[in-house]
């Protein structure tokens, strides 16, 4: 009797939740389109096979792309979002809100093509790490804190991203602080704290030819751990030479709008401190 009446309760829970569907996808299908489809990406179940990096060129030194990369931990996929920025054409800057805000309104207020979100913060909202805008320090290095900690900079106005020890301020335009770093000199770092952990990501990479790459989780669900993230970013088509992570979880967030392209990962709180990519 017990198993019956327990198939029964299943039974009409199942036909609530069909129910639910029905009715979104009917009166309000933009909104349904919108937030099943990174939930519907997440079951595929084909065994450990990733997509390839499907890219767009938005203007010379712009490029976007997407890729659907398999979990082994999980067997679940997750949508990585790509933006690949080349200097020469385009110029990067740290923005620094003691407000708080968005990835969308800060690129809409200081006139960004794209900004993602940055630094670490407390939960006061002050930041965590090194900040410089414009050769200013505007928050210096801390001393006791953050010591496997990088550095993310311009530095002579190419990108670079260093051990905190190795970094030194000389020549440094732009800079933020962040952990862990996750490739430097083409290879993984190994041993990195909770490496298993999935939850949504953001970061920043170097390629060989001196491109940043800012990747991001495209998901409000799901995520991918270090270790995954680690091989996603060994991809020969990416040529990553270093890598750092971002302040993930809530924070990871990307607004870009450029060019009659426009696209917003939407975080789920707001952020002091982000890298916008403008124009030159």
């Given at each position: 009797?017990?198993?019956?009446?327990?198939?029964?309760?299943?039974?009409?829970?199942?036909?609530?939740?069909?129910?639910?569907?029905?009715f979104l996808w009917y009166f309000f299908p933009t909104f349904f389109i919108k937030n099943m489809k990174p939930i519907l990406s997440t079951a595929n179940f084909k065994k450990f096979s990733h997509s390839r990096i499907q890219w767009q060129q938005l203007s010379?030194?712009?490029?976007?792309?997407?890729?659907?990369?398999?979990?082994?931990?999980?067997?679940?996929?997750?949508?990585?979002?790509?933006?690949?920025?080349?200097?020469?054409f385009f110029s990067l800057r740290v923005l620094y809100n003691k407000l708080l805000t968005t990835a969308k309104e800060i690129a809409a207020s200081e006139g960004a093509a794209a900004a993602i979100n940055a630094s670490f913060f407390d939960p006061n909202g002050r930041p965590l790490g090194l900040i410089v805008q414009n050769r200013?320090?505007?928050?210096?290095?801390?001393?006791?804190?953050?010591?496997?900690?990088?550095?993310?900079?311009?530095?002579?106005?190419?990108?670079?991203?260093?051990?905190?020890?190795?970094?030194?301020?000389?020549?440094?335009?732009?800079?933020?602080?962040?952990?862990?770093?996750?490739?430097n000199h083409g290879q993984p770092i190994k041993d990195i704290k909770n490496d298993s952990e999935i939850t949504r990501r953001s970061g920043v990479a170097v390629d060989y030819r001196g491109r940043l790459i800012f990747y991001i989780t495209d998901t409000q669900l799901s995520g991918i751990s270090f270790s995954e993230l680690q091989n996603f970013l060994m991809l020969p088509e990416l040529n990553v030479k270093s890598a750092l992570n971002l302040d993930g979880g809530r924070s990871s967030q990307l607004y870009i709008d450029f060019n009659n392209y426009s696209k917003e990962i939407s975080g789920l709180s707001e952020v002091p401190v982000f890298l916008g990519i403008f124009s030159k």
């Open positions: 009797m017990k198993e019956k009446s327990k198939l029964k309760e299943y039974f009409w829970r199942l036909l609530f939740l069909a129910i639910i569907i029905f010379e030194g712009l490029e976007i792309g997407d890729i659907l990369w398999k979990n082994k931990q999980t067997g679940f996929s997750t949508t990585i979002f790509l933006l690949r920025v080349n200097l020469d200013k320090i505007v928050q210096p290095l801390p001393r006791l804190s953050m010591k496997n900690s990088g550095i993310f900079c311009l530095k002579y106005a190419r990108p670079q991203i260093l051990h905190r020890n190795a970094f030194a301020s000389e020549g440094v335009v732009e800079a933020i602080q962040s952990f862990p770093r996750l490739i």
